[in-house]
């Protein structure tokens, strides 16, 4: 039941309060119709209104405090599910468009990519120059070849990989073949 912290707490708040006010009608009424005594009415108040109020007060607030952190968290793991359907579905996107449609900025779009990667559901590259993003399936991106202009590069490790070539960063799922190779620039671009 994620999302339901908030409502949970402040139905605990309600009843630490409603069950304060019951207690002290209930024992403040013996103390006025002289059943009780003053130090008694107190201390019963006390003892079996201000605890439980506090008690509930208190994990009721942790619960809505806790339930807005949630929310939070789910909110940015929908936005990211979001970017991963919008780039998959699409195959090519630029990068104002995403933007635009997931109102998030350069970075927040850059950061979540990473992340992704990281957790091994994205592969595919993105051209900076161009400011599109394009997905591709793990063999495409696994090889030695830049997708985007086809020199040969290095790869070392998993994760992203920047081609020295064309700046394109290549996003590399986690499972894909390590190669090592020296790099080559592509055809037409002299070497350096």
Request: aromatic share 8%; net charge positive.
């Amino acid at each position: 039941m994620i999302g339901s912290g908030k409502t949970i707490g402040i139905i605990l708040v309600i009843v630490g309060l409603i069950l304060c006010a019951i207690v002290t009608l209930f024992v403040g009424s013996g103390a006025a119709t002289g059943q009780t005594t003053v130090a008694g009415a107190l201390l019963g108040i006390g003892a079996f209104g201000v605890i439980p109020l506090l008690l509930f007060g208190g994990v009721g607030i942790f619960m809505f405090i806790r339930g807005g952190a949630e929310e939070k968290e789910l909110s940015v793991v929908r936005q990211k599910e979001r970017l991963l359907g919008l780039i998959q579905a699409q195959g090519k996107v630029t990068l104002n468009s995403i933007m635009v449609e997931q109102r998030l900025s350069r970075d927040q779009v850059q950061n979540y990519i990473y992340e992704l990667t990281q957790q091994g559901l994205f592969s595919g590259y993105i051209d900076w120059k161009n400011a599109t993003f394009y997905s591709q399936d793990a063999s495409r991106v696994g090889s030695n070849k830049c997708p985007n202009c086809g020199g040969v590069r290095e790869l070392v490790g998993k994760g992203v990989v920047k081609c020295p070539y064309c700046g394109v960063e290549l996003f590399i799922p986690p499972d894909a073949p390590q190669t090592t190779a020296t790099p080559v620039p592509p055809q037409g671009i002299p070497n350096t």
